[in-house]
């Protein structure tokens, strides 16, 4: 079966249902997991509109890990790879068509995920890059929205780290399928439109510095897993020296600096414990 899912928090109604009509040309079933949101009302119409959508509700908010987990634990039994999204990624028709293109090549026998190219929605240059590129290349640490992901490699090893929550669940995924002998590729001939916080750009002694804006609890979650990350795979300094630019551009460039300080700081004390 060819199915998807899509993991929810407060979605945007309007950019689901985009993608849900989409999805549901290509899909045999879609599965999304809802994190406890408020527009549970909105969410029950889609359910009630779409024959090929399951919503399954969530008590709380577990985070991102154990709510794709949880979807992956739903869909295995008749599917040998999900199609993996967040709210607001869209995927086109083709776009799928060419992930899947890779599934039944002979040359790919140890594939763990087929990714496409990253198109950020907040920047204004959104074009695709070199139309001469190859058709595929490795990767190490792609997004896991818009990836398809092998049924096989996210048993091997355990699936994604529940305690992660949120911010660097991918990575570490990616990286521990690829210590278990699988293959992360990305289609260069699709594309995915996704946005990550609210970007800007931002002049600082004649350079330009991409702000992401993300909230003070998305602050706290990216300063403590970057040490647990490191703690778990190397890269102690690495992990510092990533916590020092998160503070940096939060007291610099962002709003709420205080509340956004705190939090960083609150995180890296949870990371180091």
């Not at 989409?22 to 889609?46: G, Q």
């Not at 695709?128 to 590129?133: K, Q, R, S, V, Y």
Request: charged share 25%; glycine share 6%; aromatic share 10%.
């Amino acid at each position: 079966m060819k199915v998807s899912l899509i993991i929810s928090y407060n979605s945007e109604i309007s950019l689901l249902i985009e993608n849900i009509k989409i999805l549901s040309k290509v899909m045999e079933k879609i599965v999304i997991v809802d994190n406890n949101s408020a527009n549970k009302k909105d969410l029950l119409e889609i359910e009630n509109n779409y024959i090929k959508v399951k919503i399954i509700f969530l008590e709380s908010n577990v985070g991102i890990a154990r709510a794709t987990n949880i979807g992956f634990e739903y869909l295995s039994a008749n599917s040998d790879w999900i199609l993996v999204l967040d709210q607001d990624s869209i995927l086109d028709i083709k776009d799928i068509g060419i992930l899947y293109s890779f599934v039944d090549r002979d040359n790919f026998s140890n594939l763990g995920m087929i990714t496409p190219k990253y198109l950020e929605r907040n920047e204004l240059n959104d074009s695709c890059g070199d139309e001469n590129i190859s058709e595929w290349q490795c990767v190490k640490y792609p997004i896991a929205s818009g990836s398809l992901v092998s049924v096989e490699a996210w048993k091997s090893v355990g699936g994604y780290d529940d305690d992660l929550f949120i911010d660097r669940v991918d990575d570490d995924f990616d990286l521990r399928i690829r210590n278990a002998g699988y293959l992360i590729i990305q289609a260069n001939y699709a594309k995915i439109d996704h946005a990550i916080g609210q970007i800007k750009i931002v002049r600082f002694f004649h350079k330009n510095i991409k702000v992401y804006n993300h909230n003070a609890f998305r602050k706290y979650y990216q300063s403590r897993n970057n040490l647990i990350f490191a703690k778990k795979h190397g890269g102690l300094l690495k992990a510092w020296i990533r916590n020092i630019i998160l503070l940096c551009k939060t007291v610099l460039f962002e709003q709420e600096k205080i509340t956004k300080f705190k939090s960083i700081l609150k995180g890296i004390k949870d990371g180091i414990k």
